[in-house]
């Protein structure tokens, strides 16, 4: 099997071109990586071993490749985010990355990511977007209101309110001073309880109602594809 991803690539070029600083001898030695050229037979033959192997946690038929062509594995699998073909977790979003996000919320995705950068912080374009809509229903960063996560799920809160009182959804007060006429005190919900309900009971969930790139983003537990 493994054979079949990397057959007929002894006619796929490669290049490998070490850049030169102006003002460096020629033949001196350069600390800076080297910058890999992938061909489009190449490409398509990484497209075509991580579409053969969708959810596999490796792929040997990768590093097959990149021993028959003469570039690092590492670059393979760099080369396969920027063509959207590996899924990575982003990491968890500081203090002050979360300040710049609320301060520019009405700017677009990419203006928000030139910010964070300005700041010292890289951020894909997908991330920000992705990171904007689960702000929008959450009423602290840790948790979702029921509120939230009903507008999330397009549905009234207070079917929410009986997932909750039936202790299918695990949540907990927030505390607050709110009597019986102002509706009660706010049911504050972890996502993780959020997550192991909707697979608990999927069929509470409808689909064509449900913020569909909050869901995704929910339920793959913020995993993106790199943009």
Not at 182 to 187: A, E, K, M, V
């Amino acid at each position: 099997m493994l054979q079949a991803d990397v057959a007929n690539h002894d006619a796929l070029p490669s290049i490998s071109i070490k850049p030169i600083r102006i003002g460096d001898p020629l033949g001196s030695k350069t600390r800076r990586r080297r910058k890999y050229v992938f061909t489009a037979q190449i490409d398509e033959r990484i497209r075509e071993i991580y579409l053969h192997h969708p959810n596999a946690k490796s792929r040997p038929g990768i590093r097959q490749l990149a021993d028959q062509v003469g570039i690092p594995h590492w670059a393979f699998k760099k080369r396969a985010r920027e063509l959207g073909l590996a899924r990575t977790k982003e990491k968890p979003w500081s203090e002050p990355e979360l300040a710049i996000l609320a301060r520019y919320a009405w700017m677009s995705d990419e203006r928000i990511r030139k910010k964070l950068k300005a700041a010292g912080y890289a951020r894909t374009v997908t991330g920000i977007h992705l990171k904007l809509r689960r702000m929008r229903f959450k009423c602290d960063p840790n948790f979702y209101s029921g509120k939230g996560l009903a507008q999330a799920l397009g549905i009234d809160s207070h079917v929410v309110a009986r997932w909750i009182k039936s202790g299918h959804l695990r949540a907990q007060f927030r505390g607050t001073a709110r009597g019986e006429q102002q509706g009660g005190d706010i049911y504050l919900i972890r996502e993780k309880d959020v997550r192991h309900f909707i697979l608990e009971h999927p069929t509470e969930i409808d689909l064509r109602k449900v913020d569909q790139l909050w869901f995704l983003d929910l339920i793959t537990n913020g995993f993106v594809r790199s943009a």
